[in-house]
Nanobody, 122 residues
Framework: VQLQASGGGLVQAGGSLRLSCVAS????????MAWFRQVPGKEREFVGA????????YYLDSVKGRFTISRDNANNTVLLQMNSLKPEDTGVYYC????????????????WGQGTLVTVSS
């Protein structure tokens, strides 16, 4: 499985970005999908996850109400809509996939994309 993330960029505080992650290979609809982010010197941080069917979503508390994760199983794509961005949202955002993940908020995923940089200026 290969994951290709895109959509990052530079945006002012209060603005919006939409990240996209396209997965190659089989069984996309059988995988839990997630987004993490990382800044230099810090551990990778969970942002959001979505269940295989899309029926359940999980979010980092600080992004609830601002970020929305969704998936399009027909097109092997997971999206992260980010609104009301804040400077503390700055980081490299990674998408991740797993067939089974005991705790979706931990970085225990099998596959990772290359990351896309999000920079939020104040």
């Amino acid at each position: 499985v290969q994951l290709q993330a895109s959509g990052g960029g530079l945006v002012q505080a209060g603005g919006s970005l939409r990240l996209s992650c396209v997965a190659s290979g089989r069984a996309f609809s059988s995988r839990v999908m997630a987004w993490f982010r990382q800044v230099p010197g810090k551990e990778r941080e969970f942002v959001g996850a979505i269940a295989k069917s899309g029926g359940y979503t999980y979010y980092l508390d600080s992004v609830k109400g601002r970020f929305t994760i969704s998936r399009d199983n027909a097109n092997n794509t997971v999206l992260l809509q980010m609104n009301s961005l804040k400077p503390e949202d700055t980081g490299v955002y990674y998408c991740a996939a797993a067939l089974v993940v005991p705790e979706p908020k931990t970085p225990s995923y099998d596959y990772w994309g290359q990351g896309t940089l999000v920079t939020v200026s104040s």
